[in-house]
Each structure stands twice: as C-alpha cells, then as structure tokens.
C-alpha cells in the first residue's frame, strides 16, 4: 500500500457501492471530527461531491474524498468493512494513531 494514500479492503469497497447504489454519490468520504476522551473520530459517509480543498484518491475502482483538516491524519489508512454477529462497521487500521480510548470511538495522533 502507498503511505501517501488511503485504501480499501474489498468488503469496505463492496459496502460502499452498496450505499451508492441505493444513495448515489461519488465515493466514500473520510473525514475526522473533535470528540470523545482522546480527540478524535472518523466521520464517514458517502461523497456527494468534492470540494476545491479535498484530496481525493483512487480506491478498488471508487473514489475516496478526504477533507484537507482529516489529512494529515488519515494519511496511509486502510479502511475495512466487519460484519461481526450483530456489528456492522467500518474499522480503520491508521498508521497515524498514537493512542485510544477504553472503548475505541476516539483516537489521538502523533
């Protein structure tokens, strides 16, 4: 995997096209959010469009639009896709994380 990218597992990428089969959109969209014990979380969803400031890379044939702020600390993730009993969810393994809280909503970078 490039460092410089993000990229997807092949269940992260079959779920988002599932989500934009039945809502549309560009992509997935990556982004990350002030909360929690340690700082911070992902907020992803599917990409309406992309803005003059988002990065956007080439995933197992899906675009992936990153925010300019989430960059820095997203860069080089691969996102995976779990289906675990009754827990379906993305899961991220980030290169960038230096901790996490107790129940894993929130991380710190370095």
């Known amino acids: 995997m490039n460092n410089d ?3 997807l597992t092949d269940a992260a990428a079959e779920r988002v096209r599932d989500f934009m089969a039945r809502e549309g959109g560009i992509g997935l969209r990556v982004d990350v959010r002030r909360t929690g ?6 907020d992803v969803g599917i990409a309406r469009d992309a803005e003059a400031s988002d ?4 995933a197992r044939g899906l675009k ?19 289906h675990e009993g009754l827990v ?19 991380f710190t970078v370095g």
């Open 37 to 42: 014990c340690s700082g911070w979380a992902y």
């Open 88 to 106: 379906r969810e993305f899961r991220f393994r980030n290169p960038n994380v230096t901790g996490e809280c107790g129940c894993g909503e929130s």
């Open 55 to 58: 990065h956007v890379f080439e």
């Open 5 to 7: 990218q993000i990229s």
């Open 64 to 82: 992936v639009v990153v925010s300019d702020k989430a960059l820095p600390m997203v860069m080089g993730t691969e996102v995976d896709f779990v």
